[in-house]
């Protein structure tokens, strides 16, 4: 069985790499990652942290994901960061992705936090969502 929070990060990437507006504010490629690249030029984005839970009933077995989408822009530029992380949500916020053996119950975006970071001064736009899969 494939884990539920790596089939949801491919439905994700999968349903970003489609988004031309995406791809357009993040330079002309998608760029979002598993951890932060060597030297990149912002704007990219990488998946942040996540928390899956048994959301299991008595007979399906299901997850609860709380998950995050790190956007990172050039200091002064909170714009870009901003444009992308907002144009993430609207491509995730109820969207019907598809999952290998899961079904997606519900994907939501809960939050956005943007913050500049201390020791590189680059903007870092947080998506956060809330994701629940069955097993299927």
Known sequence: MTSPVLELRRAILAAAQADAELVALMGGALRLHDEPPRNAEPVYAVFG???ASDWSTDTD???????????????GSARDGLSAAER???????????LDNHRL????????VSARDKDTNLIRATLHLRAVTEVI
């Open 49 to 51: 942290d996540v928390t």
């Open 61 to 75: 077995r299901g997850h609860e994901q709380d998950l995050t989408l790190v956007v990172w822009s050039r200091p």
């Open 88 to 98: 993430f949500a609207a491509i995730l916020h109820d969207a019907p992705l598809v």
């Open 105 to 112: 119950v519900n994907l939501r975006v809960t939050r956005l």
